[in-house]
């Protein structure tokens, strides 16, 4: 990346006259201080000087003091984009001053939102979780007792070997929140044998997943922002969306050369803000935008005929739903056309709410892009919809449609532009199957059903013996959290809670260990996550530990750097490990062990030493030029970018030496029996299987040419789904539009929409309770609620307090009246409404919870705050500076779980009754019927088609669909060998 280039003549200038003040300052004997820059203040430090960076003391001034930092890259853990963070670690303290942007990073290049220097508000939290706690009373009457981590490992990990030894594998479960990691966490579970991998993603991204999946093959968007002429988002993505600062910096980037932006966002987010083109939609219609400017495209000609016939699945589409017709592409463009003359403008905007002529305009902007589409669908619509992976898939077929598909400021599948590199030791993955993540009727979910677990255990399906939280908090993150806290608390369900997390949260509270976890300069991962046409890896790191190493110490466990007693997981699961099979006759130890040194642990510097040097290109060459081994390379630059400008790998020829006795499929793809080439590379897809002769998929025959194609069953990009038409839905094979759950016709006259997904850029799902910075900018989450809306149900002025009615419950917030929200559609931001119990006195006020009362009464729970957020004395003198008390509501607790029948998705949106608070409510006050969330779950189960009544093989899920953990293929088969349509299912 060259920097010089990119400097505007301005501060070009600029950095001439700081040359020249060098000069005539170094001319006087003085010492110059060069700042942060080699030429302006906007710049970084550079590299070769990171050893011994030096700044004033701001404090000091006028005097001239000087502070002297070691600058230890390491990469944010606030959001999934892992931007690079530099921490300013001051040599005489030897701890962490600041952090800063890393400008090596290829994704971030420098840059960070405000959560990322915010990292230091977790370091020195004085609230933190620091030492080992176990229960001390009753689970969740708040009496803790410190222990030793040996008391703590001895304990879990006999519970863990008995299970293991009783057979009782899918009694452990591993529950994430934020990953931050490629692989290290699923990896520890496969060396248990256990599938007990499950995930947030279901509450998250799931729904926006699968609808790429399903056409691509990999399950998440790539776009080439920077060099897009039109920029189509369905999400706040300048603001909060998904990659938020590598993306954002990027998308400026456009805008700044001339692309176009078109944001559909029924609130008027930040992003809105910054558009050429704001559409605020009916929730749940922008699939039908999306089609309604796909059929423009259709019926005026205006697509890439060409990329369409070479890389559509057109043939197959005719071969099964049209044999009446032609094989030709000629008569595929007709039926095309058929399929999508519906989707008129005016269609649209009956659905929509949005004038026919405004899409017909955007549309036209859409169609003058060509190649230079570049889209992106993440949460927002397909989270909050019943059908709402539709919407992805409807964006995408805009993409497939311009044939902006792997080109220059177009889309690409996230996994062109990711590197995952091989681990050390690989296990083999479990040979059991996991009910209560992933349910017979959910066999095409895109994640696991996480957010159902709770009724899953009050059905009898199974229970857990040990049940780890790690980074994550169902209490307060999913829907229904008062069902969670029931389960949490009754030792029949979950025998053990075990919460992994740096800060005390709700679900902590009902842990039986509480276990301290580092924060981002604290802990070991790698990650990758695609943010432009390249490929990348990021080395997260203890940034004290790496310090004194390059100070000549020695440190051999990260304890011995962190503040308290706090671990890295990474360390934590080894010695797990070990503990769990001491003389390694279990099978376990051996994925856990040193190849340098048989029969000692394995270390984190062996672990990532070893898949630096062996498995990323180009780092082990890039080292050396420089004396360093890959390990101590990425300890002092904190990533390496390994490919740019990787273009459509789609195109890649296969090597002749790659296909021996082929065979070529119905789709045209091509089976060889020639074994896979070596990879570095494991990046997540789905994994077509082989054919009958156990021949692996080589690529698909485009024009007579073998190309690497894409992952899907017919190699080619999948416009008609014979996954979805082979599983129970062929109605939705094709993308399509599904009418959501909270579309007009669905709802009660007096019933609004509630939008509730949209986050704020300021804040962290469920660690930033304890970021006073952040706190001090975001705490609370007032109703967005129209100007006509609020005349009508009576509410005066902004800051009354209303009451916002669910199925199974109501929730207590202020109101801000704006016309930012659609009439008809009332918003509130997920983040806010922190709390903790009265009488958990181990938990202090910080400046985000609540202190509340929660009781069952014979209607149901009810949590009413008796204490809010004010200054208070501690170790760090901002505490006694807060000067808020509001702290918002936590509206999660009042909804009941959507599952999505086919994406697995739980759907955000609720149907909502508004209404003056009643005498008596205070704000945050909150109200929930679990029985109700009972019969609400039971309704949402009865659109599943369970596997046993639809696979077509006798198999839960189709082999081809990614799953972080994949058992064996026996472990895939129905229980009790049924086939598709058998009783008992
Ligand atoms: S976008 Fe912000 S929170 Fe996310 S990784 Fe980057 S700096 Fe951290």
Avoid at 964 to 969: C, D, G, Q, S, V
């Amino acid at each position: 990346m060259s920097r010089s280039a990119d400097i505007p003549p301005d501060l070009a200038a600029l950095g001439e006259r700081v040359s020249a003040a060098r000069a005539a300052v170094e001319a006087r004997g003085e010492t110059f201080y060069q700042g942060a820059s080699r030429v302006h203040l906007g710049a970084f430090p550079p590299r070769e000087r990171w050893d011994d960076w030096v700044e004033l003391s701001s404090r000091a001034w006028p005097a001239r003091e000087e502070h002297h930092y070691l600058l230890v890259p390491t990469t944010c853990f606030n959001c999934e984009s892992a931007c690079g963070l530099l921490a300013y670690v001051d040599r005489d303290t030897r701890q962490v001053r600041k952090f800063e942007g890393n400008p090596e990073h290829p994704g971030s290049r420098g840059r960070n939102c405000a959560k990322g220097p915010a990292t230091i508000n977790q370091v020195t939290d004085p609230d933190r979780v620091l030492y080992p706690m176990r229960r001390a009373g009753r689970r969740g009457e708040g009496q803790w007792e410190r222990i030793s981590w040996d008391e703590a490992l001895d304990a879990i990990a006999a519970r863990l070997r008995a299970a293991l030894q009783e057979g009782r594998n899918n009694e452990i479960m591993v529950h994430l929140g934020r990953p931050g990691e490629d692989g290290y966490t699923e990896r520890v579970l496969a060396s248990w044998g256990v599938d007990g991998h499950n995930s947030h993603t279901n509450v998250c991204s799931s729904g926006g997943r699968t609808g790429f999946q399903f056409w691509m093959g990999i399950d998440r968007p790539s776009p080439d922002y920077a060099h897009a002429k039109v920029i189509y988002l369905i999400s706040a993505h300048l603001e909060t969306g998904h990659y938020f600062n590598p993306h954002a910096q990027r998308i400026t980037q456009a805008r700044e050369n001339g692309a176009k932006v078109i944001v559909l966002d029924t609130r008027l987010s930040n992003t809105a803000t910054h558009a050429d083109y704001w559409l605020s939609p009916q929730p749940g219609s922008e699939a039908a935008m999306n089609l309604a400017i796909a059929s423009y495209l259709i019926r005026t000609g205006r697509y890439d005929a060409g990329f369409v016939r070479r890389w559509w699945n057109w043939e197959q589409y005719l071969a099964q739903c049209r044999p009446d017709l032609p094989a030709t592409f000629e008569a595929f463009q007709a039926v095309l056309a058929e399929l999508y003359a519906e989707f008129t403008f005016e269609y649209a905007a009956a659905e929509s709410g949005i004038d026919a002529a405004v899409l017909a305009e955007v549309a036209e902007v859409v169609a003058g892009a060509g190649t230079r589409f570049a889209c992106h669908s993440w949460r927002s619509a397909a989270a909050g919809n019943l059908g709402g992976w539709q919407v992805s898939r409807t964006l995408f077929l805009i993409s497939a449609l311009l044939g902006a598909v792997a080109t220059e400021g177009g889309t690409f599948p996230n996994a062109w532009n990711k590197f995952v590199p091989r681990p050390i030791h690989t296990p083999p993955h479990p040979a059991v199957w996991q009910d209560l993540s992933w349910p017979e009727e959910f066999p095409l979910a895109q994640n696991e059903l996480s957010f159902l677990l709770p009724h899953f255990l009050k059905d009898g399906r199974g229970r857990l013996d040990t049940y780890f939280t790690r980074v994550y908090n169902p209490v307060w993150t999913n829907p229904d959290g008062l069902s969670w806290m029931e389960v949490l608390t009754d030792t029949e369900k979950i025998g053990c809670h075990v919460a992994l997390t740096p800060t005390w949260n709700e679900s902590a509270y009902f842990a039986d260990y509480v276990l301290p976890m580092g924060h981002g300069s604290e802990r070991h991962d790698t990650h990758s996550y695609e943010q432009y046409d390249g490929q990348w890896i990021g080395f997260r790191q203890p940034v004290l530990r790496a310090a004194r190493e390059r100070l000549g110490e020695d440190i051999t466990d990260t304890r011995q750097v962190n503040p308290g007693e706090v671990w890295e997981e990474n360390e934590w699961w080894t010695e797990l490990s070990w503990r769990i099979d001491p003389d390694g006759s279990m099978g376990i130890r051996q994925y856990h062990e040193s190849r340098a040194h048989p029969g000692e642990k394995l270390t984190v510097d062996e672990y990532y030493g070893w898949m630096f040097e062996n498995s990323v290109p180009g780092l082990p060459e890039r080292a050396a030029a420089e004396g360093l081994t890959p390990l101590a390379w990425m300890r002092r630059y904190g990533a390496f970018e390994i490919t740019a400008g990787q273009g459509g790998l789609h195109e890649t020829e296969v090597a002749a030496g790659q296909l021996r006795d082929v065979a070529v499929g119905p789709a045209g793809q091509v089976y060889t029996a020639a074994p896979a080439p070596a990879s570095t590379n494991v990046v997540p897809m789905g994994a077509p299987g082989p054919d009958s002769r156990g021949r692996r998929l080589a690529g698909v025959m485009v024009d007579g040419v073998v190309r690497r194609g894409f992952p899907t069953p017919s190699g080619r990009l999948e416009f008609w789904s014979a996954t979805l038409a082979d599983w129970g839905w062929p109605e939705h094979a094709l993308p399509g539009y599904i009418r959501s759950h909270v579309h007009p016709a669905e709802l009660a006259p007096d019933q609004l929409v509630l939008l509730s997904t949209f986050r704020l850029p300021t804040q962290i799902h469920t660690r930033s309770a304890n970021s006073k910075w952040l706190d001090e900018l975001s705490h609370t989450n007032p109703v967005w609620i129209h100007p006509s809306d609020a005349r009508r149900l009576g509410v005066r002025r902004t800051g009354d307090l209303i009451r916002v009615e669910t199925d199974i419950g109501y929730f207590v917030a202020k109101a801000w009246i704006t016309e930012g929200i659609r009439p008809g559609v009332v918003a509130c931001s997920h983040h806010m409404g922190r709390w903790k119990l009265a009488g958990h006195s181990h938990v202090s006020p910080g400046g985000m919870m609540a202190t509340v009362d929660l009781r069952r009464g014979t209607d149901g729970w009810a949590m009413h705050a008796t204490d809010r957020v004010r200054p208070y004395q501690s170790a760090d003198p901002d505490t006694a500076r807060i000067w808020w008390s509001d702290t918002g509501v936590h509206q999660n607790l009042t909804f009941p779980v959507h599952p999505d029948p086919i994406s697995g998705m739980h759907c955000w949106h609720q149907a909502v009754r508004v209404r003056p608070a009643a005498p008596g409510d205070a704000h945050g006050d909150i109200a929930v019927d679990t029985e109700k969330a009972r019969e609400v779950y039971r309704q949402w189960m009865t659109r599943t088609r369970p596997a046993g009544h639809v696979s077509p093989d006798g198999t839960r899920r189709p082999r081809w669909l990614m799953r972080p953990l994949k058992p064996t293929a026996a472990a895939f088969a129905l229980p009790g060998g049924r086939a598709a349509g058998e009783p008992g299912s």
